[in-house]
């Protein structure tokens, strides 16, 4: 829950960045995966008994083994990271911090619908939430309890998301797919995010909303190629979240159907250069995953930037949230990998590594 205490004043920025920069610097780094996906599960967790999940891992190793015991530790670790901020934080950035977070919220209501939709049992829904946003635990057991894609939607009528999911499940109804759903959780997400900010930023202000605008762009980017590649019958303007700088409506309305348009759209713009070998992959190979995983790290990439160019600014704290997501992703596709027994290219083709 917000502590409204927190958010009055400037902030305290010098002291949370130069906390997070600590945390930055023990995160897993290319190196590490590498090594991990020459690990079966029970080496994957020694390797994470002696790193900085050593607390988790000997607190759930009693209740879970394999790769429930490494899943849990993950979520469990991400929510305490996360917490962590909050905690730390003062003034406008606990607020921004607060507000992008709710993300994790978003990543937890689209789980439970997957796995609804899916038939997935409650525990193993229940593996991948990453308690680290707003709703509290009476709420998500709730969700979890609520037996049907319209449960959720019900339980959640009275949240910043229920207007969004109501006409989306009309949707869903109809389609009996769950891009509706997902894309308002989205779009509900990023246009409560953007609102409310100046229209003549300070500098640090401004580097908070290109970042904002570059993850909006990045999300409509996968939305297109999503659509292009599906062949569905969708209408794209309605899947497009404003906020970004890479297209418009009449640009989503254009090249959405068309893959060879929207890659020369990417090429010229200013993601271009970040982009360039996962379109190269998309062209030549087909390789809708490949480019899904270079949008990710460019993502990454850009957040990095924006970070040094200003460092006090909330963009090194967003920019730590999105590289802990990446190590969570990454060490979590391995493990199932392993445990799937998938090839060490096979695998590798799961994860961000920049």
């Not at 607020?95 to 789980?111: A, H, P, Q, S």
């Not at 062209?283 to 040094?308: I, K, P, Q, T």
Request: with cysteine; net charge negative.
């Amino acid at each position: 829950m917000i502590d409204t205490e927190k958010t009055s004043g400037p902030g305290n920025y010098e002291y949370v960045i130069a906390r997070v920069r600590s945390r930055r610097a023990v995160l897993f780094d290319d190196d590490d995966y590498r090594k991990l996906v020459r690990m079966g599960t029970g080496e994957i967790a020694r390797f994470m008994e002696e790193s900085e999940y050593e607390t988790e891992m000997n607190a759930l190793a009693a209740r879970h083994s394999g790769v429930d015991l490494i899943e849990f530790a993950l979520n469990r670790n991400v929510a305490k990271h996360f917490d962590d901020l909050l905690r730390w934080s003062e003034g406008e950035l606990y607020g921004y911090i607060v507000r992008y977070l709710r993300k994790f919220d978003v990543w937890n209501v689209k789980t439970i619908i997957r796995g609804l939709y899916s038939g997935e049992s409650r525990e193993g829904i229940e593996t991948d939430l990453i308690r680290a946003g707003e709703f509290d635990e009476g709420l998500l057991d709730e969700l979890l309890a609520a037996g049907s894609i319209q449960g959720v939607v019900e339980r959640l009528e009275t949240t910043r998301y229920g207007d969004a999911l109501a006409e989306a499940y009309e949707v869903f109804e109809e389609s009996d797919v769950l891009v509706p759903l997902e894309n308002a959780l989205d779009r509900a997400f990023y246009e409560e995010l953007l609102t409310g900010l100046p229209a003549e930023p300070s500098r640090p202000m401004a580097l908070y909303v290109e970042f904002l605008s570059a993850e909006v762009d990045f999300r409509n980017l996968r939305n297109a190629f999503r659509i292009a590649r599906s062949g569905a019958d969708m209408e794209p303007e309605e899947y497009y979240i404003e906020g970004g700088d890479l297209f418009d409506t009449n640009d989503i309305r254009q090249l959405a159907g068309d893959v060879d348009r929207l890659v020369e759209h990417v090429r010229q713009s200013r993601y271009g250069d970040e982009l360039r070998e996962g379109l190269d992959a998309l062209e030549e190979a087909g390789s809708l995953l490949e480019f899904e995983r270079a949008v990710d790290a460019a993502l990454l990439e850009y957040s990095g930037r924006l970070s040094n160019r200003y460092p006090l600014s909330v963009c090194p704290v967003l920019a730590y949230v999105l590289a802990k997501e990446r190590e969570v992703d990454n060490i979590r596709a391995i493990a199932r990998g392993r445990e799937a027994g998938l090839s060490q290219e096979e695998i590798e083709t799961e994860l961000v590594i920049l």
